[in-house]
């Protein structure tokens, strides 16, 4: 068995060496070529930007596709079509804890005065809160004209919206008082206070709600609704950010309909420019450390760019290839060229840390042809170092395109096309660069001015490659610190530990709603949503259940008109569906109509005749009597939005009953933040419930929230399902490219452990499962395997029986390349530490985490773990002669040279 394993071994490695080697020498002997052809490459699949797509739409991009809320959400939108923008405030006093005094009241009407008279030009075009508003009758207490036929939401409807009736009205908590029951006013009341009487005392605050009509499109993936943002930006917006100068009695916390896509638009677009300084940083950091840091001979402030250029190039191909193939971009793409640069820097150093070594003679010496034949040696050397970590990378981002999250799955595809080109080019058009750099080292001619030969002649006086310093410090200090008997215990138990710890905080990780996350801090949304828990805990999501089907809705009149008995005592457990006691909990226009015909009977609703039901005695006669019941200027005009009829009048297709769930929400870590799980359990727990009601019509219920609850339900399932298919596919993809299924079970063992530290920390930090994490995890797995597939793939190059002295030189040999690599990539992650976006925030935060555990298991655990049970080295392995202290590797003889060559 030994012999059949060293033998698929050898096999593996001589394949990938020789068809690295071959590439090597085409693009030595043609570097100018290689260039242009990789040039050509990316012009052609530049081509597919033609069908270039975007995506910005949150449902068509953290929504699972073919769900059960997305079949919900189009029978709804069928019957009730989404016609309404939201913008709402919660008003509370400046000083006090009462906002129900008349002088707060007084000033809270002159601002709705503000916003109601206001004006917004849009396009050369004057509109004010009538021109926009969503129409609704009955919003007033005692009016149907001007504003009270706008759908506006506040205790300011008792005055009719007019500052002159308030300011006479002399008994004004009394008129108030008319709203509704003590759950009514609850229900809009922040905090309210009530007397042994139940009369109503005081309160905190008191919302303020405006509601458009919805114009909105969609522009190339992107919602747009000018008309109503540019009102919401000149009116309301406009009118509550004065507040503080012009209405000083009160605070005002405040959310529009455009809020979100700015603060979080606007955070994304500032952070960008820190994604550019990332960039500068890592070109002036692979400048210092690619060659010497001052330009001139040795320097290689050229090869740096070429390197950002590589990136570039990857990054242009992958966007045209993945357009031709139909993928759309969003909002998190944007994070691509960072994470390709990481990896492209990377295969960077591993090049040119393989090109240094080659290099067996002065420069001055070396013709053209002598090139030629380093950079295939250089490459044959390299070559399964970068594919190993490309195939891994590729693979952990292709089996995630699988999911079921749109922009996962777009976002992943990407990723793996530009991962591919990020190894194509590194292999080509970055090796013929640096051929090229080193034919003008050796000519002795300047970087910038690369036609200009120096004056002073090129310094030979090391006519071989040198190891630098990080080199020598693995050589001389790390290794031995981490390789002598206490170093390999100390190492062990350390490694233990933090598995230990890691395992505990995997388990304990939970999926949570991280919307509220993705509000930059210091936005006035915080302040919105802070105030809505303070004023409003018991307020939660808006739920409706839409029942179907004109006749068994007629059959079953009776049980509808009594629903709220069946909702009653649900808030406590699942579904945690509010108590049916006020008009905001619950509302039922088959309650209502029922109320109104006992009381009121037919007449002004077309008179026709009752039943000994108190119900219209047909089905014809209760669908016309209902629809002028409900009509925008009848009696029951608050149900009007309730009730849909067909195009000719005669059927009640569907009508809604509107609830709520109670708050379903959870301090975590000291912070209020939404219970995914809770919801999660009401959602599926409220389809059963309606399930149930075999003697009622045909029902489903819809919230907004129901798409993104979906999502939390597949991603903590997709979350552990893709990275360990990841890691099982750096399992298999290993053993092929490191060829050693020894030195392949160490690799993956250390990439396991290192990604359980991984999700240890991110519990430690109070990183959650969301959209974002799955995502940066998914790369963690590959990045982890950049640092210790480099050091395993090395240790198998390095003959000799001792795995001590294999593992040294293992670190002496590519630590350098693989820490230069990693510190590149962290410089790059700790500018954007400083970001104030979410999506930035956690994808640094995650790099940090990835870049700081897969070095030190890739640079200290594995090679423990190898100078323990490594395998034996390939039969092509290079032998270990000489001493190890810090000298520079002994030349090859002919002999040796004459065998690379075969």
Not at 179 to 195: C, I, R, W
Not at 261 to 283: C, M, R
Not at 591 to 609: K, M, N, Q
Request: one cysteine or more.
């Amino acid at each position: 068995m030994p012999g059949c394993v060293e033998s698929f071994g050898d096999t593996i490695d001589q394949s990938i060496a020789g068809f690295f080697k071959r590439i090597g020498s085409f693009v030595g002997s043609r570097p100018r070529l290689t260039i242009f052809l990789a040039i050509l490459l990316t012009i052609f699949c530049g081509g597919g930007f033609v069908r270039w797509e975007t995506e910005n739409r949150g449902e068509k991009l953290w929504v699972p596709q073919d769900t059960t809320a997305e079949q919900e959400t189009e029978d709804y939108q069928s019957y009730f079509a989404s016609t309404s923008r939201f913008n709402t405030m919660l008003i509370s006093p400046a000083s006090g804890d009462n906002i129900l005094t008349k002088g707060n009241l007084e000033e809270a009407m002159k601002m709705h005065l503000a916003i109601e008279t206001g004006v917004a030009n849009v396009d050369g075009i004057d509109y004010a809160l009538a021109d926009l508003c969503t129409k609704s009758g009955g919003t007033c207490a005692s009016k149907f004209d001007g504003v009270c036929q706008c759908l506006v939401s506040s205790i300011l409807r008792q005055w009719n919206y007019d500052l002159a009736t308030l300011q006479s009205d002399d008994n004004f908590l009394e008129t108030l008082a008319g709203y509704g029951s003590m759950d009514d006013l609850k229900a809009v009341l922040g905090q309210p206070t009530f007397d042994p009487n139940d009369a109503l005392v005081s309160a905190e605050a008191f919302t303020l709600s405006y509601f458009l009509v919805d114009r909105e499109v969609v522009v190339a993936g992107t919602p747009d609704d000018p008309i109503n943002e540019g009102w919401e930006e000149d009116v309301f917006l406009a009118v509550v950010e004065s507040v503080p100068e012009t209405y000083p009695a009160l605070v005002v916390n405040y959310f529009a309909a455009r809020s979100f896509e700015d603060e979080f638009g606007g955070a994304i677009s500032g952070d960008l420019g820190l994604v550019q300084i990332s960039y500068v940083v890592v070109f002036l950091f692979l400048a210092a450390t690619l060659g010497k840091i001052r330009p001139g001979p040795g320097s290689r402030w050229t090869m740096s760019l070429g390197a950002l250029f590589m990136v570039v190039l990857s990054t242009a191909a992958c966007f045209g290839l993945s357009s031709a193939f139909g993928l759309f971009f969003g909002p998190v793409h944007s994070i691509l060229p960072f994470i390709l640069l990481g990896i492209g820097v990377d295969d960077a150093f591993v090049i040119v840390n393989a090109f240094n070594r080659e290099r067996k003679g002065p420069r001055t010496g070396e013709t053209n042809e002598q090139l030629a034949k380093r950079s295939a040696l250089s490459l044959a050397r390299a070559g399964a170092s970068i594919t190993v970590t490309s195939a891994t990378d590729l693979v952990a981002f292709g089996i995630s395109s699988s999911s079921r999250l749109p922009a996962l799955s777009s976002f992943c595809a990407y990723a793996a096309i530009g991962i591919f080109f990020l190894w194509l080019f590194s292999a080509t058009f970055f090796t013929g660069a640096l051929v090229l750099d080193e034919r003008r080292q050796r000519d002795n001619r300047r970087e910038c001015l690369c036609c200009v030969t120096r004056g002073k002649p090129l310094d030979e006086s090391q006519e071989t490659y040198q190891e630098d310093i990080i080199s020598k410090y693995f050589r001389n200090y790390h290794g031995p610190a981490v390789l002598s008997s206490v170093g390999k215990i100390v190492v062990l138990v350390i490694f233990g530990a933090l598995l230990a710890f890691g395992i505990y905080g995997a388990m304990n990780l939970s999926v949570e709603d991280s919307e509220r996350n993705f509000i930059p801090a210091g936005s006035y949304l915080n302040d919105y949503f802070d105030a809505s828990d303070a004023f409003f805990p018991d307020q939660g999501i808006d739920m409706t259940i839409v029942f179907q089907g004109s006749t068994d809705i007629y059959n079953a009149r009776t049980a509808l008109s009594e629903l709220d008995t069946r909702l009653t005592g649900l808030s406590t457990a699942p579904p945690y569906i509010s108590e049916p006691v006020s008009e905001e909990a619950y509302r039922n226009v088959m309650d209502g109509f029922a109320e109104y015909l006992s009381f009121t009977g037919t007449a002004e609703i077309g008179g026709v005749s009752l039943g000994g039901d108190g119900w219209p005695a047909t089905e014809a006669d209760f669908v016309s009597s209902l629809k002028l019941y409900a009509a925008n200027s009848g009696p029951g005009s608050k149900y009007a939005r309730d009730v849909s009829f067909s195009e000719d009048g005669t059927k009640l297709e569907a009508f809604k009953v509107q609830t709520e769930y109670v708050r379903l929400t959870k301090v975590n870590r000291g912070t209020v933040i939404d219970d995914a799980d809770k919801q999660i359990d009401a959602m599926d727990t409220t389809r059963d419930l309606i399930a149930s009601w075999t003697d009622l019509p045909q029902a489903f219920p819809y919230s907004d929230k129901f798409i993104s609850i979906e999502g939390f339900k597949i991603i903590r399932r997709e979350f552990f399902q893709n990275v360990a298919l990841a890691l099982l596919a750096v399992g298999v993809i290993v053993l092929f490219t490191v060829a050693s299924p020894g030195a392949a079970m160490i690799i993956t063992l250390v990439v396991l452990s290192c990604i359980i530290d991984i999700l240890g920390f991110m519990y430690a930090l109070g990183v959650v499962i969301d959209s974002v994490s799955v995502i940066n995890l998914v790369l963690a797995v590959g990045l982890s395997v950049d640092y210790s597939a480099h050091v395993g793939h090395c240790f198998m190059t390095k003959g000799g029986d001792d795995k001590n002295r294999r593992a040294l030189e293992s670190l002496a040999d590519i630590g350098a390349a693989v820490l230069s690599g990693a510190l590149s990539t962290f410089l790059a992650v700790a500018i954007l530490l400083f970001s104030s976006s979410y999506v930035f925030e956690v994808l640094s935060t995650q790099f940090a985490l990835t870049v700081g555990f897969g070095i030190i298991h890739g640079l200290v655990l594995l090679p423990v773990l190898l100078s323990i049970l490594g395998p034996k080295p390939f039969s092509s392995a290079e032998p270990i002669d000489g001493p190890t202290e810090g000298k520079e590797e002994p030349a090859k003889g002919k002999d040796d040279e004459e065998e690379d060559d075969e």
